[in-house]
């Protein structure tokens, strides 16, 4: 006989809700491993990324309302406090202090009291515990945006929970190191780890944790544009989610195929709005309070409001888009610390005031957007920024975009991006040759057609001999 994990009651297997306290359940509740302060959240714990990454616990944190957190966290240092004089040992009680630490978002004092943890566990040479702490170590670092330090420790964890041979706690922090390489766009090494902890579901026919691994691979095969598998995938998730009752899974589901429908392009942005606005509604009709808070809805809802105002942009609806984009935006601010989704909902303001021709607004949003990936050393998507951000001026101003023009082909030189640096050096040869530089117009032009000749790109090789002949007969000409 299983519980639930907010009223503690009996639950029959049947029950998606408690029908003693109402609360709709998480999947199964077979592992309460899974549940910790933010139990309805699947971009933090269980299914996927929302971009929906798993961010798993390997410690059961408890629920608590938060005004009772400073209470328990004041009794916790009681108990440390007597533990100490009769020379205890208190690494779980810090556990516990961690994570009631997190849920106030006081990640600082958090990641000081994993650490102690992590001394008195080390001192005790007990491994899983070691295994522990270092995870929640890496979670923390990776909310602060740390993202090197944060796979230095799931790759602790990892080492440890293989001398240890633990496999259903090493699919968690698999699946949790494969997150951070997504989000630093590390995709190879995302992918590897996604199948590592994916082959030992598979191994140790762990139906659940396979379904948990395979949603978050989605996100790379979106990347890789593997559509078939993803669809597949999504579909298979989404008949699990609905046979176990579980309405969280079921969000984060639709949100994607609704994604997938929206990357399939303008035939299938139809069945996207359906599926976003399906998932939309579920989330709505669940009762705001203790257990499923705002905060919760915002996490389940940011994505979903984006790919409403992508769709709402694609018809030029551009009012309903800049209400659905500033409503993610509220989302992200309201639980995000790291701000990398909300350089996402940034750049896509940026779109819409571009398309409505208010190029002051669209600078504006693209350069904050551009500051959060300079911030966090995104430096593929800071120079695609600059590069935006220079045609953008194209319009208005040519000595910024010149600007811009140079300050992009500096980063992707740096990143041997040769495509980029072709594309960056034909169009200020462009920009120049409209001056009337042809000097400098001449120079670039040279230069790009050098670059789209070790490209092998024959169609452009040609055109741009023919702008190099004709700037060169033009000046000729002026003698």
């Known amino acids: 006989m299983k519980n639930c994990p907010y009223c503690k009651k009996p639950l029959q297997e049947h029950w998606s809700y408690c029908q003693h306290c109402n609360k709709p359940l998480i999947v199964n509740l077979q592992d309460q491993r899974f549940l910790d302060s933010d139990i309805p959240d699947f971009h933090v714990e269980p299914y996927s990324n929302l971009d929906l990454k798993a961010n798993e616990r390997l410690y059961d944190f408890n629920l608590v309302q938060e005004k009772e957190i400073d209470f328990n966290i004041q009794k916790i240092d009681n108990l440390i406090d007597n533990k100490i004089k009769l020379g205890e040992q208190v690494g779980h009680l810090l556990f516990e202090k961690s994570g009631l630490l997190f849920s106030k978002k006081d990640y600082t004092l958090a990641l000081k009291t994993l650490e102690n943890a992590l001394n008195i566990f080390t001192e005790d040479n007990d491994l899983l515990n070691c295994s522990i702490a270092h995870n929640e170590i890496g979670l923390i670092q990776e909310e602060l945006g740390f993202y090197e330090n944060s796979i230095y420790n799931f790759e602790k964890s990892i080492e440890y929970l293989d001398t240890i041979n633990d496999s259903n706690k090493l699919i968690k922090v698999y699946n949790n190191l494969a997150n951070v390489y997504y989000l630093i766009k590390d995709i190879e090494h995302s992918f590897e780890y996604y199948n590592k902890a994916l082959t030992l579901t598979e191994k140790t026919n762990s139906i659940k944790e396979e379904i948990k691994t395979s949603s978050n691979l989605v996100d790379i095969l979106f990347l890789l544009k593997d559509y078939d598998k993803t669809d597949k995938i999504l579909r298979r998730n989404l008949d699990y989610f609905k046979q176990i009752g579980d309405p969280y899974g ?230």
């Open 250 to 479: 079921s969000i984060i589901t639709l949100t994607k195929i609704g994604k997938l429908h929206y990357l399939l392009g303008p035939d299938n942005y139809i069945p996207s709005f359906q599926v976003l606005s399906e998932a939309l509604e579920i989330i709505n009709k669940i009762e705001i309070g203790t257990y499923f808070t705002s905060e919760h809805k915002a996490k389940l809802e940011w994505e979903i409001l984006l790919y409403l105002g992508k769709l709402s942009l694609s018809e030029n609806k551009y009012n309903e888009a800049e209400n659905y984009f500033f409503q993610s935006l509220g989302s992200i601010r309201l639980v995000e610390t790291s701000q990398i989704n909300e350089s996402i909902v940034l750049e896509n303001l940026g779109k819409l005031f571009e398309a409505k021709e208010d190029y002051k607004r669209s600078i504006d949003y693209y350069n904050l957007a551009g500051e959060i990936h300079y911030k966090f050393g995104d430096d593929l998507n800071y120079a695609e920024l600059k590069y935006k951000l220079a045609q953008l001026y194209l319009k208005i101003d040519d000595s910024e975009s010149i600007k811009y023009f140079e300050e992009a082909l500096d980063i992707f030189t740096d990143l041997n991006y040769v495509k980029k640096i072709a594309e960056i050096t034909h169009e200020l040869g462009d920009v120049y040759a409209n001056k009337e530089i042809k000097e400098l117009a001449l120079s670039y032009f040279q230069k790009a057609k050098d670059f789209y000749r070790d490209l092998n790109d024959e169609y452009k090789t040609k055109l741009l001999t023919e702008k190099i002949n004709s700037l060169t007969d033009s000046s000729n000409n002026s003698f």
